[in-house]
């Protein structure tokens, strides 16, 4: 299941010309708790900064959106 999310996940953000979402092995479990700070206080902050900071590859569109 966990593949199918990131496959679907790439996929969009290929579409959309964003990007790649890959997170590093090492920084599971940040991401994972970037997640649940998502989910319990609705606040996106913490987990956009570590998506931007780690997780994504840009293409050159994605890198000029906000």
Same mark, same amino acid.
């Given at each position: 299941m966990?593949?199918? !999310?990131w496959a679907s996940a790439n996929k969009i953000l290929m579409q959309e010309d964003v990007g790649i979402l890959?997170?590093?092995y090492n920084q599971i479990e940040l991401f994972y708790?970037? !997640?649940i700070?998502?989910?319990e206080k609705?606040?996106?902050n913490i987990?956009?900064?570590f998506l931007r900071s780690n997780a994504l590859?840009?293409?050159e569109h994605g890198r000029n959106l906000k």
């Open positions: 966990q593949q199918f !999310l890959s997170i590093p708790d970037s !997640l700070e998502f989910y609705n606040d996106t987990l956009k900064n590859l840009f293409t």
